[in-house]
């Protein structure tokens, strides 16, 4: 079976999540808003339990979690929940980057043809924004800046804590989606001032098709978010519809995984790219790093071998890997990467590039057989 080193899309789930799961689909037959029986008082307790381990991850209130299908949908939640306070408020200024996933950058061009104003934040060389030329953009009528934790492509680790220091003095909102980096950077996450934050449980360990929006009080007064959809007083009225007891436990149950876990998940991750890197650096062949690798995350790197067509290197090494060369989200539009098109990669490097990321479930990546199939591309 071909190695799976795709975990930026997705990781394989934990058989802990998995028995969790099992359990309550199986045990718990009640909808988690009725209120009248046991049966919905179980499904209660087992909701409430998860939010609240999610919420001690991340050192915040637990009534500051809203479950939702997923972090893209979080982003757009954040992003368009605003737009009516802003306009109101003639705030109609968001600060994002041009290395965003697009679950940010569409729905800030949708406010674009709204009225609003964007301005997208080219990258360094290294992938990782300048913090003081983000925040040299903001204007009277900034009304959100909306950045992303750890780039999906190159694992870039942007400087989230001094822009959420900022933004917190001077009354901006500030969105981080921190799909990538949630249950990973526990201690960096904590340490961070912000108002919304995005994540999922399927780059941890668990389930697809649940994630949360952290909505952070700041004065005691959440962000001024509207819903978008309507129908039911779950969440809070926030977020309507029956709340999948079943993907919240495993959420809760992966992210006490990784609360436990994730020091020593990160040092696994290290080794194994410090293992690729020295075995690329012995082989000969030529490549570039995407992204410099002290200022990345240990799970992810982005690599370009020049003169090998990306789209041909992964279908000749379909059968033995499972790598992208890009968003799981837009890998399947065969166009250049917008990130390493923002970092001024040249053409020909972005069309070589592949990303491969990993985790706790791999032992080693047999880097060998993928240099093989390289060099018969360059012989």
Partial sequence: MAQYLDYNSSTPIDPEVVACMVSVYKDVIGNADS????????????????????????????????????????????????????????KTHIITT???????????????????????ILPETSGVIDAGKLIAKITDKTMLISVQHINNETGAIQPIKEIGDYSCSNGIFFHVDAAQSFGKLVDELREVKYDLLSATAHKIYGPQGIGILVMRRRNYKKPPVQPHSFGGGQENSFRPGTLPVALIAGFGKATELALAHH?????????????????????????????????????????????????????????????????ACTSKDHKHSHVLEAMGVSDEVAESSIRMSWGKGIKSVDIEQLIGIIENFIS
């Fill in 35 to 90: 209120r009248t029986h046991l049966h919905g008082t179980d499904a209660r307790e087992i909701v409430e339990k998860a939010r609240n381990t999610i919420a001690d991850l991340l050192t915040v209130d637990s009534s500051d979690v809203v479950f939702t299908s997923g972090a893209t949908e979080s982003s757009n939640m954040a992003i368009w929940g605003l737009a009516e306070w802003g306009k109101r408020n003639d």
């Fill in 98 to 120: 041009a290395i965003e996933h697009k679950a940010t950058l569409e729905p800030c061009r949708q406010l674009e043809k709204a009225g609003f104003a964007v301005d997208y």
């Fill in 263 to 327: 020091e020593e998940w990160q040092l696994h991750s290290h080794k194994l790219k410090t293992e690729v890197l020295k075995k690329l650096e012995r082989s000969g062949i030529k490549y570039v790093i995407n992204g410099e690798p002290n200022k990345c995350i240990e799970t992810t790197l982005n690599v370009s071998f020049l003169g090998v067509n990306s789209e041909a290197l992964m279908i000749a090494a379909r059968p033995y890997f499972s790598v992208a060369n890009g968003s």
